[in-house]
């Protein structure tokens, strides 16, 4: 074998040949290394638009982050991940500073994801049984080894029983201080009928989230959510303070029914978005979606209204259908103003079921697999429970879920003093 010499001081020192695992692993890293530069590139290119009062881009380039290593079956890789740097304020959904969010090293991810994690991801986008050892076997290496069409079908049943189980679970005593739902649609090979999973996540009184169920369906339709509804009610499940959603969701007329009236509702203000720019000509849609960030934004009600009707005000005569999708709910959008601000980030929008299914891009690219909905359903419970272990708990004390909790008045977000 081949020797390395170099010289430090006086002294020799033998340099062993790089392994053909650390040749690899090189060769990882700088694949990683482009593949998020491309990755930053692209994010930087949808927020071209977003301009200075100088004609400069509000989001640009700004180097790259500490270094940190990602466990992965070959070994930990080394990467710096870029960063943007936000120069005119621009807001995201959620109410923070907009930024580039890597999808390929997701902020605080330390290990890359295992076979369990895998499975469900490839099943969702298309692939079946029998193409996942191939696929497991380019990701995993030797670690796939020993998996086989056989292993990989207990596993998938073992799973499924872990639901049922799971699904029929005592809920006496839980309290949820806010619920998210939400449908996830999956396009079914060889079937007219689209798949869509029901799925609903609470915050508990620890204000940590909690996945509270996963049903296969067919349609949002309000059949579809009261039977959910009604056996979630039988299992102990009480309403929450407020439910979070898309307006278009069948949902809310089976809530009333169960819960007749005690819901509050906040419809989503990512989907709002989306649906009044779908109305818009691309022309108009950076201005209309900042005007909109400014209504959810604003500190207090009256200043969001105000906000508001400044975008009725532009967009009223030219474009009526939609201000009309606006309109429509305009109460119901601004509900937050009633819940502490702490909370206003998390409660604005269904993120915490949007960013799970983020990487598949279910809801813009709905892929065709040969699908059953129990199957479905299955691996969409297991894709949120390994994905709820990275939500983040409910910002501020565990004081303020309680408060809520205890129907504690609040207005623009702060704490009224008892009459």
């Known amino acids: 074998m081949r020797k390395f010499i170099t010289k430090q001081g006086s002294k020799q020192e033998e340099l062993k040949p790089l392994s053909l695992e650390e040749i690899m692993l090189l060769g990882v890293e700088e694949r990683v290394k482009q593949a998020l530069i491309r990755e930053r590139g692209d994010y930087l290119k949808t927020m071209e638009g977003f301009r200075l009062e100088n004609g400069n881009r509000a989001i640009v380039a700004n180097g790259f982050g ?53 499975i469900p991801l490839l099943y969702l986008h298309g692939l079946s049984t029998n193409d ?77 989230k909690e996945l509270i169920t996963v049903e296969a369906g067919y ?97 009223g005569d030219k474009y009526p259908k939609a201000v009309e999708c606006l309109v429509k709910d305009k109460e119901e959008l601004l509900t937050f103003y009633d819940f502490p601000a702490v909370h206003w980030q998390s409660i604005r929008t269904t993120n915490p079921i949007e960013s799970t299914f983020a990487t598949a891009r279910l809801r813009s690219r709905k892929t065709r697999g040969n699908w059953s909905g129990g199957m479905t359903e299955t691996m969409v419970f297991k894709l949120l429970e390994k994905a709820s272990s990275r939500w983040h708990k409910l910002r501020g004390k565990k004081e303020v879920v309680a408060k809520v909790l205890a129907g504690v008045k609040y207005v623009d977000g702060l704490e009224q003093a008892a009459a």
């Not at 304020?89 to 605080?108: K, V």
């Not at 990701?139 to 020993?146: D, I, L, Q, R, T």
Request: glycine share 8%; net charge positive.
């Open 66 to 118: 500490e270094t940190r290593a990602i466990q992965t079956p070959l070994g930990a890789v080394e990467m710096e991940v870029p960063r943007t740097r936000n120069r005119g304020e621009i807001r995201n959904a959620d109410g923070g500073l907009e930024n580039f969010e890597s999808r390929i090293a997701p902020r605080y991810v330390r290990k890359s994801m295992t076979v369990e994690e895998t």
């Open 219 to 315: 349609r949002e339709s309000s059949e579809s959510w009261r039977d959910v509804l009604l056996r979630l009610v039988d299992q102990g499940l009480k309403a929450p303070k407020l439910f979070i959603g898309d307006g278009a969701l069948g949902f809310w007329k089976a809530a009333r029914q169960i819960f007749p009236g005690v819901i509050r509702v906040q419809r989503c203000w990512v989907h709002k978005t989306a649906n009044v720019l779908d109305k818009l000509p691309k022309s108009e849609q950076e201005q209309a979606k900042r005007m909109l960030q400014e209504i959810y934004m604003c500190g207090s009600k009256k200043d969001a209204l105000r906000a508001f009707d400044r975008f009725v005000e532009v967009y």
């Open 132 to 208: 996942f050892i191939p696929a497991l076997k380019k990701m995993f290496g030797e670690k796939a080894s020993g998996l086989s069409p056989s292993s990989i079908s207990r596993m998938l049943q073992g799973w499924k029983s872990e639901m049922e189980a799971w699904k029929k679970r005592d809920l006496k005593g839980k309290e949820y201080c806010y619920m998210w739902v939400d449908g996830i649609y999956f396009g079914a090979r060889n079937s007219t009928e689209d798949i869509c999973v029901l799925v609903i996540i609470g915050a508990t009184a620890e204000g940590k």
